[in-house]
Structure formats: structure tokens, C-alpha cells
């Protein structure tokens, strides 16, 4: 969060010498919000494409696996867009019935200076339309010279090898800054073959009709290729205020996703952004504008069964977003923050047809999709005295939804015919009117502690996906899947908004000056009224089996239900020695532990991360840093029964990183999985990545796609400022 500007830069003539040296306020509101910490961002930034990567190691936080550079974040059990994910302020809006292009997808991790993450109670100010935490990821803030140094350039290079999958990736740019005046152009790409597994977890087969066999150990289609993400930013700075333009490309060429029954074929996106940020008497204000187009496309990749024909699905979509919002500072002590936001999002999702039962006619899965969302909020900080801080707001969220009438492959065939009737019959606009409501205090008796408490009403409206998708047909179902289970999934116009009540109290103790010692325990309660689970399908062309089986998958409709999470993070770093000669020796500690329950059916939660906890040793000598790390994941045996979800064994992985830093030129190395051990990745989902993947029927269930086999990491990173 912005830190707020004195209200006044002009000394006043009755300021004492004691006056003068008060604390200015700490940055972050809230002690639920944990930042990761510089040096952890560029070493995890160094070898990757996924900029979700950079989110391993915080507290409470867990990545769903998808394709290899669209892996989902989930916060205290919450995933995908139940939290309020920012890239640069913007909220960038997957079009994908799989949610493939993901908001982080989108973002460079090269470029990315500045994660947030909002786990405990998250402020209404940067929380809405999510019912979990919010992630916030910024880019570094354009740089002007000075009078004394008039002008800036700069120009960085990276790049980056993993043995596993032979990922290469590469980044660039180039800024060009005057004291009024700043011109920044990146642009990053990475590629990779499939990932190997530490050992066999499936048979040796051809992944597709008459193709090459697949080793028992690749994890077919994991590969990526052609991710280039490029963006030119213009910024202009007066005294005070800054303006800043950005255009911003990321296409895709090919992205494989072994949670999937389709790979991604071809996505580009554009986003045009136009900021400002000002500084003034009473406070700083912010507008934004943004205009985000993408073209998505799907089919089967190189090791599905192509059907002679493949099957392709198109998903175009435009998202207009404004936002304006102050942060007054009323007095020294009390800050108010107010706001007002619309973003408008059209979708079409339609898939072309291929013959057969799958033709003459296109099939529309979405036609003329739409959700508008208009908020406001206001949001009161109360510095009551050097001990306590209160925040309390209030938000106001309205959420339409509405899609056009559908049409099957032939509406003539009761297979497609049917469902599209019922739907096109149906009302199926709706309109939510949800708020939100946060309310913390924080006591800080002393400069060793800090406890932090507080509650959050927090709503969110169902997204396109899970209200209009409309056929029974299995396979047509099959391509509707959010979550990488390998089930189908049928849509539900009357999908209420999710509502969560969490409680959460976070206590902090670390010596005087943050430098010896540091712990953190977090513990949060969450209610959540009308959440969006699933049941089987039972109506339409659905099965009597599909009902009862326990082994297979499944054709699943959203549901509301009520649904509990809870749990605990701990996190813990002590300085173990230091010496000039050679320098300093950290440990750091990080457990999680949450549950997710099913109040309703008395079912688990889908994909809720077991047990696990991160030991890392880092000695640290001038800009040589050494890492070992221990990841250790508890087995996953709380599962949703209603999805067939497959358990998981429990684990553990060792890492090693290093890293040197020059003037301007920086070296990574990293084995990742150093002792190659093999595990099923517990938040990986089904693998469902080769062969058949048409029917419910044509892949083997049961099997859980694994984790990364060892791999061997190098990065270089060269920046030069003239
Ligand atoms: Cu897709």
C-alpha cells in the first residue's frame, strides 16, 4: 500500500528537534500481509517462466498446477479467482473455459519487483470480488534522473537453463529517462519440452493415434513454447504527479496442460493502460483505465488422440476497467481511503465445427457472455496512539451477469438440441448486490511485539464459467474444468454469490531491531456461505452411474453449499551466527496447515494443501547468498469425495541455490529436487495430459500428475545503468 504523503512538506515554525524524529508509519497495514522479501524474488524470478513461482515459500500460500506457466495460487485453501490476483493494479480476466490464461500467465516474472500478499483480513481497499486474499504484483516504479544527473539509461539482459524439460527463457530492456520524461520497453520468452517425473507413474504408451511412445516418467503435455511477453511504457512526472501509458503484449504459441483435456494452441493478449498517480496537498489519488483484448484457442497437442479432426475452441474477450481512489490524510493519526471501480467484460466462447456429430454448425459455450462489476468502498485508518491502530471498512460490490441464447453442433440431435432449448428458455440474466465489510485492530505494546485481529465479510458474484456453461453432453462438459480434475462440468444460472466470514488473529515478536530473530503465527477461521462446490449430475444425459461411482470421472454441476476453512501458519527466522570472515548463517522456518470442509455433505474441499512446512539454511557473505532448502508436504488423504479427487503420499524435497552478484552482472545456479525423489504433486490435479481425452472413459483415473524430477538450474542477469 501506498505510503501516505505528510500532509504538509513545509516545516512548521513550532516543530521541535523530538518531533521531528517520530516514526513515520509503517507501510503495511496490515500484519496479514506478508511481502516476499527481495533477495527470495530474484532467486525464485531467476529460472522461470511462471511468475506464480515467485508466491512459493509465503505463509498460507500454495500453487494449483496447471501448465507450465499458469500455475494457480491458492491462499488458505482459496484458489483462482476467489482471490483478488493484480498484475500492475489491473485485473486481468482469464477467457478460457479452463482458466488457462490466468492472471498471472500474463505477467513477466522478470519484471515483477513487488509481491503482496493479503492472507489474513484483507483491507476493502484492496480486497472485493474475492472471498480469500488478495495478491498484489507490481513492477518497479519508472525511474527519472535528476537535475544533478539528467539523464538515465539503462539496458538488462537475462537468461536462464533447466536441465529438466530443457526450459530456456530469455529477457530484455531498456529504459531511457530525462528528468520529466520515462521510456521503458521489455520483453521476455521462455520454452520448454515436457517435464520428467523422478520415476514411472504411468505406463510407456503413444500419446497420440500412431505417435511415438511416451516414457512412464514424462509428463505429457507439460511442454510450452513462444510465450513472448513484451510491453512499451511511457511515463511522465510534473512535481508530484506522474502519468504512465502502457501497452502490453503476451502471446502464447503453444502452452501444454497435463490437468487438462486440451492443450492451449495459440493465446494473445493485449492490455493498454493509462495511469495516474499524484500527490497532493491532502493526500495521493490514483485513476486508472484499462482496455484488456485476447484471442484464446484450444486443441489437442502433440500427445492427445487427435480424432483425425482435432477439436477446436475459440474464446475471444474485452474488458474495459476504470478505477479512482484517495487516500486522505485527515489528520496525523487517521487516514481515509475511498474508492470507486467498474470493469466491464465480454466473452465468447465457441467451438467451430469438425464433422460428424460435431457439426455443421459451430458450438457455443458462451455466446455474448457479460459481467459488469461497479464498486465503491471507504475504508477508515485510526493511529489511536503508538500502540494501537484500528481499520475499519465498508464496500459495496454489484456484480450483472448475462449470456445470449446457444446453439449445439446440430440442435437437431437430442444430444445437443435438448440442453440448448432448456437453456435459451431460461432467464438468465442476474444481478448481485454484494458487500464487504473488514474491521482490524493492532496492538503493539512494545518494539518486540505486534498482535493483530480482526474480522471480513467478504463476496463474491460465480464467474461466466460457472453459471452458463449448459450441456449434459460428457464431452462438451469435459471441456468446461476450472480446477484440473479431470472431471466435466455443467454451468447453474442460479449460482448465488459466495459469501465468507473469516476471523483471523496474527501475532508478531522479533527482537528490537528486526535483525536477530522473528516470528510470525497467524491462525484464521473462515464461513463461507453459498460456496461453490459440486454435485453430480443426475438430469439431462448424465448417467444413473455417474451418480455413484467412486473410481472414475465424473460430469459435476456447481452447487452452492456451506463450506468451513481453517488453519494455522507459522513462520520463524533466527540469526545463527555472523563473523566478518565469513559471513552470516539464517535459518527460517515456514509451517501451513488448513482444512477444508463441506458443511453441507460433510465432504473435504477439493485441492487443500496438506500439512507442510519449508526449512531453509542461507549463508550470506557481502552479495554471495547460499541456500538449502527443505520441503517437506504431509500426505493428502482429506479429499472431495464428489470429485473422485485421487490422495496423495506425502514427501519431501531438498533444493540448492546460489547466487553472485557483480556490479551489473548477477549468476544463479540451483539444483531444484537435488536427491530426485518421487512424489505426486498434491495440488497437481489428475493427469489427464496424454491419449484419448474426449470421453470420460478414454484416460486412465486414479492417477495424480507428479512433481518435477531433479533439475539443474543456471541464470545470468546483466544490467547496466549508463
Ligand atoms: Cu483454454
Redesign the pocket.
Known amino acids: 500500500m501506498p505510503l501516505p504523503a505528510p500532509a504538509d512538506d513545509e516545516p512548521k515554525p513550532e516543530v521541535t528537534l523530538e518531533e521531528v524524529v517520530i516514526k513515520k508509519p509503517k507501510v503495511d497495514s496490515t500484519l496479514g500481509a506478508s511481502k516476499v522479501e527481495k533477495a527470495d524474488l530474484a532467486t525464485r524470478k531467476a529460472a522461470t517462466g511462471d511468475a506464480a513461482d515467485l508466491l512459493q515459500g509465503v505463509p498460507g500460500v500454495s500453487l494449483n498446477g496447471a501448465g507450465g506457466i499458469s500455475s494457480l495460487p491458492a491462499v488458505h485453501g482459496l484458489a483462482d479467482d476467489r482471490l483478488r490476483i493484480q498484475v500492475d493494479g489491473a485485473d486481468l480476466m482469464p477467457a478460457?473455459?479452463?482458466h488457462?490464461?490466468s492472471p498471472l500467465s500474463y505477467a513477466d516474472p522478470t519484471r515483477i519487483e513487488n509481491v503482496t500478499v493479503y492472507s489474513g483480513i484483507t483491507p476493502v481497499s484492496v480486497g472485493g470480488d474475492s472471498i480469500g486474499g488478495s495478491i498484489q504484483i507490481k513492477s518497479a516504479p519508472p525511474e527519472f534522473a535528476t537535475p544533478s544527473n539528467p539523464f538515465l539509461a539503462s539496458v538488462l539482459a537475462g537468461s536462464f537453463y533447466r536441465s529438466n524439460g530443457n526450459a530456456v527463457g530469455y529477457n530484455l530492456g531498456a529504459t531511457l529517462a530525462g528528468e520529466w520524461l520515462n521510456l521503458t520497453f521489455r520483453q521476455s520468452d521462455s520454452w520448454s519440452e515436457n517435464l520428467r517425473a523422478a520415476g514411472n507413474f504411468k505406463p510407456v504408451a503413444p500419446g497420440s493415434e500412431g505417435g511415438a511412445p511416451i516414457p512412464g516418467n514424462v509428463i505429457g503435455s507439460s511442454a510450452y513454447d513462444g510465450t513472448v511477453k513484451r510491453s512499451l511504457g511511457l511515463a511522465l512526472q510534473t512535481p508530484g504527479h506522474i502519468l504512465q501509458l502502457e501497452a502490453s503484449q503476451q502471446m502464447v504459441e503453444f502452452e501444454g496442460f497435463p490437468n487438462q483435456r486440451?492443450d492451449?494452441t495459440g493465446n494473445e493478449n493485449w492490455l493498454f493502460t493509462l495511469r495516474y498517480t499524484g500527490t497532493l496537498a491532502w493526500g495521493n489519488l490514483e485513476a486508472r483505465l484499462s482496455y484488456q483484448d485476447t484471442q484464446?484457442e484450444?486443441n489437442m497437442g502433440p500427445d492427445r488422440y487427435s480424432y483425425g479432426t482435432g477439436m477446436p475452441?475459440n474464446?475471444e474477450a474485452k474488458t474495459w476497467a476504470a478505477l479512482v481512489k484517495a487516500n486522505v490524510n485527515l489528520s496525523d493519526r487517521h487516514l481515509l481511503r475511498v474508492g470507486a471501480e467498474g470493469q466491464y467484460y465480454i466473452l465468447y466462447d465457441f467451438w467451430p465445427p469438425v464433422g460428424g456429430s460435431m457439426g455443421p454448425n459451430t458450438f457455443w459455450n458462451v455466446d455474448y457472455g457479460q459481467r459488469l462489476r461497479v464498486d465503491a468502498f471507504a475504508e477508515w485508518e485510526a493511529r489511536w496512539t503508538d500502540e494501537w491502530l484500528s481499520l475499519v471498512g465498508i464496500r459495496s460490490d454489484t456484480v450483472m451477469t448475462d449470456a445470449g441464447p446457444v446453439q449445439g453442433y446440430d440442435d437437431a440431435l437430442p444430444a445437443w438440441g435438448t440442453d440448448a432449448a432448456k437453456f435459451n428458455a431460461a432467464q438468465r440474466r442476474r444481478t448481485d448486490y454484494n458487500w464487504d465489510l473488514a474491521a482490524l485492530a493492532r496492538y503493539t505494546p512494545d518494539p518486540t511485539q505486534t498482535y493483530e485481529g480482526g474480522y471480513a465479510r467478504k463476496s463474491r458474484s460465480p464467474n461466466l464459467y460457472q453459471r452458463y456453461p449448459w450441456s449434459t453432453n460428457a464431452m462438451a462438459a469435459l471441456m468446461n474444468n476450472l480446477v484440473g480434475d479431470g472431471n466435466g462440468y455443467i454451468g447453474r444460472i442460479d449460482l448465488a454469490p459466495e459469501v465468507a466470514h473469516t476471523v483471523s488473529v496474527t501475532g508478531d515478536w522479533h527482537d528490537a531491531d528486526r535483525a536477530r530473530w522473528k516470528a510470525k503465527a497467524t491462525a484464521y477461521y473462515t464461513y463461507v456461505q453459498n460456496y461453490i462446490d459440486a454435485r453430480r449430475c443426475d438430469f439431462g444425459q448424465c448417467s444413473p452411474e455417474n451418480v455413484t461411482a467412486t473410481n472414475s470421472f465424473v460430469l459435476l454441476q456447481y452447487v452452492n453449499q456451506t463450506a468451513r476453512l481453517y488453519g494455522l501458519d507459522l513462520s520463524a527466522r533466527l540469526l545463527l551466527g555472523e563473523a566478518s570472515s565469513w559471513g552470516k548463517l539464517t535459518a527460517n522456518l515456514t509451517l501451513s496447515y488448513v482444512r477444508g470442509d463441506n458443511l453441507t455433505t460433510g465432504d473435504g474441499l477439493y485441492n487443500i494443501m496438506p500439512f507442510n512446512g519449508l526449512l531453509s539454511l542461507v549463508h550470506q557473505l557481502g552479495t554471495w547468498t547460499n541456500t538449502a532448502e527443505l520441503v517437506a508436504v504431509a500426505s493428502k488423504n482429506h479429499l472431495s469425495q464428489v470429485r473422485n479427487e485421487i490422495p496423495t503420499g506425502s514427501y519431501y524435497v531438498l533444493n540448492l541455490r546460489s547466487s553472485y552478484e557483480w556490479s551489473f552482472l548477477r549468476v544463479d545456479v540451483a539444483i531444484e529436487n537435488l536427491l530426485d525423489r518421487m512424489y505426486s504433486a498434491p495440488l497437481g490435479g489428475a493427469y489427464v495430459g496424454q491419449g484419448p481425452s474426449m470421453s470420460t472413459t478414454g484416460i486412465p483415473w486414479g492417477v495424480a500428475v507428479p512433481g518435477p524430477a531433479r533439475s539443474f538450474n543456471v541464470a545470468l542477469g546483466f544490467n547496466y545503468h549508463l
Do not use: L
Request: include cysteine; charge should be neutral.
Open positions: 478460457c473455459p479452463n488457462m490464461n486440451m492451449m484464446h484450444m475452441m474464446t
